[in-house]
């Protein structure tokens, strides 16, 4: 729809800093992946990456693709022009995957009207790619209750 702007591709983004400790993360969009580290001894999802996994100390960690899926947790509708190029209004949101209490991510929500946005919401991942980085957005999820 014409009038969302959370359908509109902003100019800008600030882009992370992306090295060997995070590149799966950062690079899984280009086959649609949302991958994060993942705890070969115990299954434990380790978020921000991190070479040793917090729930056993094991250093058996590589990085898997998780379903993409998600619940909104908590968000805000930033009004402000901080960053020139990515216009307001946008939703920031913190989502949880549904593979771990507390695998989470402070993203953006795009594709919804920004009054639509409940807590509790489905959402799914989807990548914005931009100079070799893919950012995992996310938009309401159609197939979700
Ligand atoms: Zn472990």
Same mark, same amino acid.
């Given at each position: 729809m014409a009038t969302d702007p959370t359908r509109a591709r902003p100019a800008f983004r600030v882009l992370p800093r992306v090295d060997a400790a995070n590149a799966h993360f950062w690079t899984g969009g280009a086959e649609g992946e949302l991958r994060f580290l993942r705890c070969r001894a115990c299954r434990h999802w380790i978020h921000?990456?991190?070479? /040793? #996994?917090?729930? #056993?100390?094991?250093?058996?960690v590589a990085p898997e693709a998780a379903s993409g899926r998600a619940r909104v947790v908590t968000f805000t509708i930033n009004h402000q022009?901080? /960053?020139? $190029?990515?216009?307001?209004p946008y939703a920031i949101a913190i989502v949880e995957l549904p593979?771990?209490? $507390?695998?989470?991510l402070t993203t953006n929500l795009v $594709?919804?009207?920004?009054?639509?946005i409940r807590i509790g919401m489905p959402v799914r991942v989807v990548f914005e790619e931009r100079d070799g980085v893919w950012l995992p957005l996310f938009e309401p999820d159609p197939e979700a209750a």
């Open positions: 921000p990456p991190a070479p /040793i #996994c917090p729930a #056993c100390l094991s250093r058996d022009p901080w /960053i020139p $190029g990515f216009p307001p593979e771990q209490p $507390g695998l989470r $594709g919804v009207a920004l009054e639509a």
